[in-house]
């Protein structure tokens, strides 16, 4: 089943939102969190649908596959940096298996595909300031050519700048973005459309709690920057009062933690009609992206003797690739064929630089520049090739009745591993090098959808999905989610990539007063690799296990009532069960994991949304409920429910000379200032863990837009 966010909804939220915010506040079944109010922190922010995490499903923007949505990106894009919010025209979301041509190495149930506004046919401008609570300033502006000539040729060109401060701690968080698209008409049978980004994203970032900071210090507790001094102090012992109360103060005893992102990606898509019957789909697509990751780390210390080094993670990759498709009518049937290909050539090294000491120079600046380390930890460097092939025919066996089946193809290789190692720091003689290959030769896709009764429907859907091997660096010497080349060599004999079937049933009605739907699903995972973690935040140990299977039932429901000609009421819940299916092994220690219920996602959760519109004026009120979510694999630890509300006003200024649209609006994230844990990082297999991050207070904001 599809479900499609407008720009009209995204235009409820304020200006410069992220999707994800928007799509954890209003859609069923969707959790989203993170640590600011506009849900812009890469670092910070958490995605799932019906149980899978951002790492596991399908994401495009305008056809262009934007790889796996975790942090750190290895190949593909946060959405956030690909596109800028105020260019997104529509988000389709499917929370079954996801379409079969959705380009994606990652998709184990579900997929998001973004598309992006078409310049206007009328020469033009739309400008927006926003200001807010702490010191945010955020500025856009985007120019609209019209059509240029006769063929129809027009573009827009837009940038956009974001600066804003810390809401606890100290540090900016500064963005700039700038998007260009054009549409070339060809003729009556097609057309041709370009797009490009660049994002630049530095961000100072908040600090990881756990439970235990949470209760005995509060969840303000965050980085020392600029406090030099204090982090100083704090790695040699001496730590602020209260700290004491906590088992390892050293692990909150940071100086700063910050990112810089850069990205530039660029499409080509070009739709043709050969024939009548026959029309060509082609994407070509390329893109560069390297970042810096920055922590202190007072576990080790730096050559002159000061009692920390600043850390930083370098990536770069580069990609290239590009889907090929045909559609062809045939009777009642709609056939379609297609294959994608990209290579992805991607590095990462962590280095280490010294700090001064205390009175002797200036700290290193979280986002750099990153000059003259005292050592490389380790290197490694890895090159994937993707290819994928679908077939699939949509049968109209009546007007009313349509059946879809299809199968996809997967084989995806990927090579190389560690070229740097220094002993020293990651005490393994030998890291990970060789290389895995990924390959479903029939991955089965069939849905029903039935329209029974006017403004009724039923539908099915169920699917079999892979998901390759992923591959990273962050925080720890490894490749393949371990750090030793004796452990990989033996986790290659029996690794088996993750795959699942999914189930869905559901039903919709559609009327002019009246939206429904309810959604019965389930599950079946195979082969799940999860990540365990231990160690302290900056030297954390990460080993990805196979805990075998897993089962998830699950039901949404949602319904739209507009009782008047301008008030529109949407509500829904969502209820999740998904568990274990075996234990596992980990260090020697066998823990019983059957039965235990998935980590990090709710089993319920509510959300409602009342929007009104009385001339000029709309308000619109935006309520969920994030019901309990486990921290620790054991179910030992959770984390508790919590309601975020948030509310949003805007006034149209008609008649105003020489614009044609002025707004004004008022936005105020988390309404009655609730205190919460929102996003969830790694987990531990039982206990505590410092990998969350406190949900923003409080927030205002301001935005005055103009059209011209």
């Known amino acids: 089943m599809e479900q499609t966010i407008t720009r009209k909804m995204l235009n409820r939220f304020v200006a410069g939102t992220s999707p994800l915010q928007v799509l954890g506040a209003t859609t069923p079944g969707v959790s989203f969190a993170t640590a600011d109010a506009l849900g812009l922190d890469t670092y910070a922010n958490s995605l799932y649908i019906r149980g899978y995490n951002q790492s596991q499903l399908g994401v495009t923007l305008d056809g262009i596959p934007l790889g796996d949505q975790g942090f750190i990106n290895t190949n593909g894009l946060d959405i956030n940096e690909a596109v800028t919010p105020d260019n997104i025209a529509r988000i389709d979301m499917s929370q079954g298996g996801g379409a079969l041509d959705v380009a994606s190495t990652a998709n184990l149930g579900g997929a998001l595909q973004y598309y992006t506004q078409d310049p206007r046919d009328t020469l033009g401008a739309d400008v927006s300031q926003t200001f807010g609570s702490n010191s945010t300033y955020r500025t856009f502006g985007r120019f609209h050519s019209g059509v240029l000539n006769r063929t129809g040729t027009k573009f827009m060109a837009s940038y956009a700048r974001t600066d804003a401060q810390k809401w606890k701690g100290h540090g900016d968080q500064y963005e700039q973005q700038a998007n260009f698209k054009f549409v070339q008409p060809l003729g009556e049978r097609g057309r041709l459309t370009g797009f490009f980004d660049y994002s630049e994203f530095n961000q100072y970032n908040y600090g990881n709690i756990s439970l235990e900071i949470k209760q005995k210090l509060g969840s303000r507790t965050d980085y020392f920057y600029p406090d030099y001094k204090g982090a100083y102090l704090a790695a040699q012992g001496i730590f602020p009062a209260g700290w004491d109360q906590v088992s390892s103060p050293t692990d909150i005893a940071y100086y700063d933690a910050a990112q810089d992102q850069r990205n530039y990606l660029t499409g080509l898509n070009g739709n043709y ?83 001064p000491l205390l009175g002797e120079g200036t700290p290193r600046k979280g986002t750099g520049p990153y000059e003259n380390s005292f050592a490389t930890r380790y290197g490694v460097q890895m090159n994937t090739n993707a290819f994928q092939y679908y077939l699939q025919d949509a049968w109209h066996i009546l007007p009313s009745l349509r059946l879809h089946a299809g199968f996809k193809s997967l084989l995806v290789t990927t090579a190389g591993g560690a070229f740097e190692n220094n ?168 823990y019983d994991l059957k039965g235990k219920m998935e980590v990090n996602y709710p089993s319920v959760m509510y959300k409602s949304n009342v929007a009104y519109t009385y001339g000029n004026a709309t308000l619109n009120f935006n309520v969920y409920y994030m019901g309990r979510r486990y921290l620790s694999y054991m179910n030992d630890t959770s984390v508790d429910p919590y309601w975020n509300a948030n509310l949003t006003a805007s006034y149209d200024f008609k008649h105003v000379p020489h614009v044609a649209d002025l707004n004004f609006s008022l936005g105020i994230y988390n309404l009655f200032n609730q205190e919460y844990i929102s996003s969830i990082g790694a987990n531990p297999i039982s206990g505590d863990r410092q990998s969350m991050f406190a949900g923003a207070p409080r927030q205002f904001f301001g935005t005055l837009r103009a059209r011209f």
């Open 423 to 590: 002993e020293t720091y990651t005490g393994q003689s030998a890291l990970p090098s060789g290389s895995l290959t990924t390959a479903g030769a029939f991955l089965p896709h069939v849905s029903l959808n039935w329209t029974f009764l006017r403004h009724h429907e039923l539908f099915f859907d169920v699917s079999r999905d892979m998901r390759a091997y992923s591959y990273g660096g962050w925080n720890s010497p490894v490749a393949w989610g371990v750090d030793n080349q004796a452990i990989f060599s033996q986790l290659r004999k029996t690794l088996k990539p993750e795959s699942t079937w999914n189930y869905l049933i559901g039903y919709r009605y559609n009327s002019k007063y009246v939206d429904g739907v309810l959604n019965l699903y389930h599950s079946d995972y195979s082969n799940r690799l999860a990540p365990i973690t231990s160690g302290t935040l900056v030297n954390a140990n990460q080993t990805f296990l196979n805990v075998g299977s897993m089962a998830m039932w699950g039901v949404d429901a949602g319904v739209t009532v507009r009782p008047l000609p301008h008030l529109e009421v949407f509500n829904s819940i969502s209820y999740n069960h998904s568990t274990y299916g075996q234990g596992i092994y980990n260090a020697g220690t066998y």
């Open 273 to 355: 009609d050969l024939t009548s019957r026959l029309r060509l789909k082609s994407v070509m697509y390329a893109q560069v992206s390297g970042g810096d990751y920055e922590f202190t780390n007072p576990y080790v210390s730096s050559p002159n003797g000061a009692p920390m080094i600043q850390q930083a993670d370098h990536q770069w990759f580069r990609r290239i690739g590009g889907t090929l498709a045909l559609q062809y009518r045939l009777g009642h049937h709609d056939l379609e064929s297609g294959v994608w290909y990209e290579n992805n050539d991607f590095t990462y090294s962590q280095r280490l630089y010294s700090q």
